[in-house]
């Protein structure tokens, strides 16, 4: 379980063993390297005992509030049921490597349907056939990209997926997510970054805002309000 990166259950990135190097949070051209991830705790404790090293504990490993220690204190529940560390550890492991295949399907995808280049600040456009030819894992995470390039901040799986389940359902569409706006048209899906909200005159502002909002546009023929 210490391999494990535990953020997010229903998310199969959430399960993935913890890389051995990665890109240093807010200093991407950084790389974290992690060169003793795969040896066990207690080995690394022995050795530096008996080299009469002085280490360290984060005392936030064995705090209750913590989910990760919680965790680990049902490892004998675990195992009784055949769910030992090895085996946890071999399925994090295993979904590390499908989400690197899926992390370069999506940049693969990214280059097919992508009608604009992804430069800082761009307004990114997909050709929309394109896009639905795409198997939907990989669609709604070159969406959420999208997104998190135009918008304003992360992205949570389930609205994401309430967006693009909205995409496929309507002939067009406009909705906006995590700051960005993304708007189907008959050739293309637009995502961009969303227009600051209007407070209507005479109205109090509220801090309640939703984090999803759609308009489907009308029939042909109609006029709608905007």
Do not use: Y
Request: with cysteine; aromatic share 4%.
């Amino acid at each position: 379980i210490g391999t494990l990166q535990i953020v997010d259950f229903v998310n199969p990135a959430g399960l993935q063993a913890m890389s051995e190097r990665s890109p240093c949070p807010g200093a991407p051209w950084l790389t974290l390297a992690r060169p003793l991830l795969a040896i066990p705790k207690a080995r690394l404790i022995a050795t530096l005992e008996t080299a009469q090293i002085d280490f360290a504990e984060d005392p936030s490993n064995r705090d209750p509030r913590h989910t990760r220690p919680r965790l680990r204190a049902l490892i004998p529940q675990l195992e009784a049921e055949g769910l030992s560390a090895g085996r946890l550890t071999l399925l994090a492991t295993r979904l590390q490597r499908a989400e690197e295949a899926l992390r370069r399907s999506v940049a693969d995808a990214m280059s097919q349907v992508s009608l604009t280049p992804w430069g800082e600040g761009a307004r990114i456009v997909f050709d929309r056939n394109a896009f639905a030819r795409l198997p939907a894992e990989i669609a709604i995470r070159l969406l959420g990209k999208a997104i998190v390039h135009a918008g304003t901040g992360p992205v949570e799986l389930r609205k994401l997926e309430t967006l693009f389940e909205s995409l496929a359902d309507a002939t067009s569409f406009r909705g906006t997510l995590a700051g960005a706006m993304v708007t189907q048209k008959p050739q293309e899906i637009v995502v961009e970054r969303a227009p600051p909200r209007r407070k209507p005159p005479g109205k109090r502002s509220s801090n309640r805002f939703p984090a999803l909002t759609t308009a489907k546009s009308p029939a042909a023929g109609h006029r709608g309000n905007r």
